[in-house]
Every structure is written in structure tokens, then in C-alpha cells.
């Protein structure tokens, strides 16, 4: 099973992991980070694929995707 973690506090939630997720499992948080962001978070950790779409897109290289 993969498991997908972001750096909640670098991420800037632009949104480009969401459109990238193949399962569209990946969504912007309600909550809102030190920088005033909603970062990312997997909804549905049990789904993932483990296709590290979501990192490769990422321009602030705050998601880390193990298998």
C-alpha cells in the first residue's frame, strides 16, 4: 500500500496535485497553514496507487510518496 505525505506547511495549495491524481483522491484542506494556505491532503489513503503523479507536478516538492 502506498502512503502519501505532504509538508502542510510549505505547500502553497495550488491545486496542481489535485488535477494530477489519477483517482482524484487528493483535495484542499479546510484548514489553513502558517502562510495562510489550504494545503492538500489525501482523502482516501486506502485508494492510492502510489503513481507519485502528485509529486512529479508539485513545484514545491512537499509531497513525499511511498510504496
Keep these: 500500500m ?6 502542510e ?10 488535477s494530477a ?3 482524484k ?3 484542499l484542506s479546510n484548514r489553513i ?7 492538500a491532503e ?3 489513503m486506502d485508494s492510492c496507487i502510489g503513481c507519485a503523479m ?3 507536478i508539485c ?6 510518496v511511498e510504496k
Design 59 to 64: 513545484p514545491d516538492v512537499v509531497i513525499t
Design 25 to 27: 483522491i487528493i483535495n
Design 42 to 44: 489525501v482523502m482516501d
Design 54 to 56: 502528485c509529486a512529479t
Design 33 to 39: 497553514n502558517q502562510k495562510g494556505y489550504h494545503p
Design 2 to 7: 502506498a502512503r502519501v505525505t505532504f509538508n
Design 9 to 18: 506547511e510549505r505547500c502553497k495549495g495550488c491545486g496542481l496535485c489535485t
Design 21 to 23: 491524481c489519477p483517482k
